[in-house]
């Protein structure tokens, strides 16, 4: 495993952290995940590209709205950071093993993230969360013992240098 390979993985988890964050907040506002851009809780201006860069912006701006100079919640960088570190340490465990078990490892540690993050918050588990994940739980738990998942994470694993 390569340290460029760990960066992106990190990187990756960075993203999608900040997409975790949008989640929350527009899970809680009703707004539409999908659609729309992102703005500031307070002024409500819609933020640039380089407003968004996950860590890098909350640090450059220190911690504070470019255009209101409003404090943003320290959750955002710590959310982001949370699911980079969450990804990494999965992606080093897992991802010799199965390439759908880290996508899966990574799908259920994202939404746990989001109803941890949410219920702290707002003292309530968001059953547009909840459902989703105990479907997915579910349904990888089912077609793990499907013959074909199991002849490939063989061949996978045989894969492995020694």
């Not at 960066?7 to 975790?20: A, H, K, M, Q």
């Not at 999908?34 to 933020?47: M, N």
């Not at 219920?119 to 738990?141: E, Q, W």
Request: positive net charge.
């Amino acid at each position: 495993m390569t340290v460029l390979m760990l960066f992106f993985v990190f990187l990756f988890g960075l993203v999608v952290g900040s997409f975790l964050n949008a989640l929350i907040y527009r899970l809680e506002n009703g707004d539409s995940v999908l659609r729309g851009r992102s703005y500031c809780p307070h002024c409500k201006h819609t933020l640039t590209w380089y407003d968004l860069i996950p860590l890098a912006s909350f640090a450059i701006l220190g911690g504070r709205c470019r255009y209101c100079k409003q404090r943003i919640s320290l959750q955002y960088p710590l959310v982001e950071l949370a699911t980079a570190i969450l990804f990494l340490v999965i992606f080093k465990e897992f991802s010799s093993f199965f390439i759908f078990q880290t996508l899966y490892l990574w799908t259920v540690a994202s939404l746990l993230i989001v109803l941890f993050v949410y219920d702290l918050r707002h003292y309530i588990l968001p059953d547009k969360i909840l459902l989703p994940a105990i479907g997915i739980v579910f349904l990888y738990r089912v077609f793990e013992f499907w013959p074909v998942l199991r002849f490939f994470e063989a061949w996978s694993r045989a894969q492995q240098p020694s």
